[in-house]
């Protein structure tokens, strides 16, 4: 396999999107993303090289800021020591310690909330609502919706009584049974004893905000109801996910800002299932502190999301999709076929296709693959499929057959990337 060398050594401030063979022999032309706005969206199924060919290079070339979903942490990997060289303070939450020895960075949830706030109880609203597992319980919504709204009520107390900055498993403390601290000394069953039996407000709680019987219905009900909030917060069960969910070495002021970082998400597959509430909660709370922006930044943020379909139905995804891309935001989705985007927003795939003003398709193998992406690409789909090394690429104007990048091959990210962990070294002649 040959190297392609570009006509250029200087790296544009953008994405490298692909190769034109318009170019003179062996110099093919490079082709540049510099847009500020419109998302990004690459379908091709696992294996089919989108770390090689799309992750990695946009990390190696983009200045701007970053925020990467990378469950394997080869993203962080290879491309960490490059974003530093950038100027970019990198940070790294990975409660499973896959990428180092340690945790790394935390976020705690509840630095989106200020109880100074008008918006106080709305952005309570924000955190117990991440914390449920989305369009959980279709048939009897009942008992999700009741249990977010006990989840708010007892955030909304822990600020009103906790002299620390409260934490999501502060939380799952209370509606457990067990105290939390010596500022909140009264389980949330001893509160709701108290409130029922018309006893005076005990030390530490002010009763009417953490719940009543009138909102929370009679005894049974009201188990039931704390029973579902504990069950949604089960993923706090790991006090290395606890850690990570404390005091936040992450500003969210930062994100919102603009500020020139990188943050990485490690969440390994093996934990997706399992945890995979834990990766939607901080990619809601990055969009949300994304959406606080009064103006667009100098640059926008780069939001990587890997294995999208991981993280289901997500309102606050489809809503970053379709409406804030003025928000200096732009948001690259990967899939690995069309019916996982189709399956997961029934309604919204066509919109989140049409938003994305970057697309690219490649690696299909399988007969229904290749049909599924011929009939909707139509004409554009070639008969003979998609070549190896290739992708079709829409690139706002038109869709075209073009060479994919390849960080190994590419003598324009020729010492910019570390060993990939996962792969074997390439002979020393391909990377000259």
Not at 117 to 144: G, I, R, Y
Not at 224 to 236: D, E, N, R, V
Request: with cysteine.
């Amino acid at each position: 396999m040959k190297t392609r060398v570009p006509r250029t050594d200087t790296l544009s401030n953008g994405l490298l999107l692909g190769w034109s063979e318009n170019g003179e022999a062996n110099a093919p032309s490079p082709i540049w993303d510099t847009g500020r706005e419109g998302h990004l969206l690459t379908i091709a199924p696992t294996g089919g090289g989108k770390g090689i060919s799309c992750a990695i290079p946009a990390l190696l070339t983009w200045r701007g800021p970053a925020i990467v979903v990378d469950p394997k942490g080869e993203n962080y990997a290879v491309t960490a020591e490059r974003r530093r060289q950038m100027g970019h303070l990198v940070h790294r939450l990975d409660p499973f310690r896959v990428a180092g020895d340690d945790i790394g960075d935390s976020l705690n949830p509840m630095d989106l909330i200020d109880p100074n706030d008008d918006c106080f109880e709305d952005n309570a609203a924000v955190v117990a609502k991440l914390c449920m597992q989305e369009h959980a319980s279709l048939q009897d919504p009942f008992w999700d919706e009741r249990a977010t709204a006990m989840i708010v009520a007892v955030i909304c107390e822990l600020f009103r009584v906790l002299k620390r900055q409260p934490t999501l498993k502060d939380v799952q403390e209370a509606i457990k049974g067990a105290p939390v601290s010596d500022d909140f000394p009264h389980s949330l069953q001893e509160a709701m004893e108290a409130h029922d039996a018309e006893k005076p407000k005990q030390r530490g709680i002010s009763l009417r905000h953490v719940i009543t019987s009138s909102e929370f219905s009679s005894d049974k009900t009201r188990a039931s109801i704390m029973a579902t909030a504990h069950a949604h917060m089960g993923f706090l069960r790991s006090p290395a996910v606890h850690a990570s969910l404390t005091s936040s070495t992450i500003p969210l002021d930062d994100i919102t800002a603009g500020a020139m970082q990188t943050i990485y998400i490690i969440l390994p597959p093996d934990k997706l299932i399992t945890h995979g509430k834990l990766l939607r909660l901080w990619i809601g709370v990055m969009i949300a502190a994304i959406a606080r922006r009064k103006r667009a930044p100098q640059q926008p943020t780069l939001f990587l999301i890997d294995e999208t379909a991981q993280l289901g139905s997500m309102s606050e995804l489809r809503t970053a999709l379709t409406l804030m891309r003025s928000y200096g935001m732009r948001v690259w989705t990967f899939w690995q076929d069309l019916s996982q985007l189709k399956a997961i927003y029934p309604k919204d795939w066509e919109s989140i296709i049409n938003n994305s003003a970057v697309q690219q398709y490649f690696g299909a193998k399988s007969p229904p693959a290749c049909k599924a992406l011929g009939k909707f690409l139509g004409n554009a789909y070639p008969d003979t499929g998609i070549p190896d090394d290739n992708q079709l690429l829409f690139n706002g104007r038109h869709i075209a057959m073009v060479k994919r990048p390849n960080y190994l091959l590419d003598q324009v990210f020729k010492g910019l990337a570390a060993p990939h962990p996962f792969h074997t070294p390439l002979p020393q002649l391909l990377l000259h």
